[in-house]
C-alpha cells in the first residue's frame, strides 16, 4: 500500500508511506519517481550535491520531503522486497507540486476592496438615511 498526495504547495512538508503486512522476514521498501529509483540520502555532503530534497527510509517506507518543491512533481510508486519471492509494488500515483497562487490572492483583496466594500458602505449609509425604514399604517 502506497500514499502519496496528489497535489502539495512549494515548501511545505510532504510524507509518503509504503507498507506491506505479509512479508517474512519484513520488507525493505525502495521508492521510485518516474520510473527510475530514488537514492537514499547518507547524510554525506555528495547527497547535497545531488540536489536531494528527500529523505528515504528502506526499512519504514517512509519518503519524506522537508521543503517540497517544482522539481518534485512526478509519478510516484514503491516497491516492497524482503528477498524472498517476487517484489511487489503499489500503482503509481502522481503528486502536482504547485506554487502558492500570489495573483490570485492579490485580485480576490482587490475585489474585496474595490466592490465589496463600497457596497457595504453604501447600505450602511442608504440605511442611515432612512431609506429602509418602515413605513407605519395608521388605522
Do not use: H
Not at 1 to 6: F, G, H, R
Not at 82 to 88: F, R
Request: proline share 3%; hydrophobic share 35%; aromatic share 8%.
Amino acid at each position: 500500500m502506497c500514499e502519496v498526495p496528489s497535489s502539495a504547495m512549494t515548501g511545505t512538508v510532504v510524507q509518503m508511506s509504503c507498507k506491506e503486512t505479509e512479508g517474512s522476514p519484513p520488507s525493505e521498501y525502495q521508492w521510485y519517481k518516474n520510473g527510475l529509483a530514488l537514492l537514499e540520502k547518507t547524510g554525506t555532503g555528495s547527497a547535497r550535491a545531488a540536489n536531494i530534497t528527500y529523505t528515504m527510509n528502506k526499512k519504514s517506507g517512509t519518503l519524506l520531503f522537508n521543503t517540497v518543491t517544482k522539481n518534485d512533481t512526478g509519478e510516484y510508486f514503491c516497491e516492497a522486497s524482503n528477498g524472498i519471492g517476487l517484489a511487489q509494488k503499489c500503482s503509481v500515483k502522481r503528486m502536482q507540486v504547485d506554487d502558492l497562487n500570489i495573483s490570485g490572492i492579490i485580485v480576490a483583496v482587490l475585489f474585496v476592496v474595490l466592490v465589496i466594500v463600497p457596497c457595504g458602505l453604501g447600505v450602511f449609509y442608504a440605511q442611515k438615511k432612512g431609506y429602509f425604514a418602515k413605513e407605519s399604517s395608521s388605522q
